[in-house]
């Protein structure tokens, strides 16, 4: 499929049609297509933005739908609405993975089907919606994508390792947490990156993953496991 083909029709797929369309090329191209064609920019800095945007959507909604549970299960909830793997099934019912352009060696492995890949992409989508239309065009198209029948207890299969860790760091005021990349090792279509937990500036564990968000939650799970605590 020509590429102005597959945004067209995307774009009928998710019913926004972009003013500037290169927003939406951008949130499509993976870092191997950017990679290859060296004209072009990989979706990484829209995907960094969607991250926000999404969860600025998610949380709104879920604070004014469930408005007597307390701040550790909203907290819960939304991690379960933006994980990867809720965002790769959000992004198969558009079929996002087919209108991602990726790099001829990733396409070969597999990557339309890559949840680090599609989920990432999701997200770009979303970034490109907001900067070309604004938070009440990213709105709706988020929230079609939320269950009409989520409840705090729909949050219970995901372990949010990092929001654990967050409530226990939180004990303590004057302590503070924060994740560092600390590698990104691998061919593109089969990238791992490590991240580092630290308290206080002071590595206190580490984790590997196919993307960021899940070596965060390595690092996290193992920041836990340290600490003798078990989710």
Do not use: W
């Not at 999701?122 to 070309?132: C, G, K, Q, R, S």
């Amino acid at each position: 499929m020509e590429p102005k083909e597959s945004l067209a029709l995307l774009q009928e797929k998710i019913n926004y049609s972009f003013k500037n369309e290169k927003l939406l090329f951008e949130a499509l191209s993976h870092s191997s297509f950017a990679n290859e064609n060296k004209n072009y920019k990989s979706n990484e800095r829209l995907e960094f933005l969607g991250d926000s945007v999404l969860s600025i959507v998610v949380s709104d909604y879920i604070f004014k739908h469930f408005t007597h549970i307390p701040e550790g299960d909203l907290s819960k909830l939304r991690a379960s609405l933006v994980c990867e793997s809720s965002l790769f099934e959000f992004a198969k019912t558009i079929d996002l993975g087919s209108h991602i352009f990726l790099g001829k060696g990733e396409d070969m492995n597999g990557g339309r089907e890559r949840p680090s890949i599609v989920s990432d992409a999701f997200e770009a989508v979303i970034a490109a919606i907001y900067l070309d239309g604004g938070i009440e065009a990213a709105r709706p198209y988020i929230l079609s994508f939320i269950p009409k029948d989520i409840t705090p207890k729909g949050s219970d299969a995901f372990h949010d390792y990092k929001t654990i860790l967050q409530e226990v760091i939180q004990r303590n005021p004057e302590e503070k947490i924060i994740y560092n990349l600390k590698d990104e090792f691998g061919p593109d279509h089969d990238k791992h990156f490590t991240v580092q937990v630290m308290l206080n500036q002071n590595v206190i564990a580490e984790g590997t993953g196919r993307s960021k968000k899940a070596a965060e939650q390595e690092a996290a799970k193992e920041a836990l496991a340290l600490m003798g605590i078990k989710p």
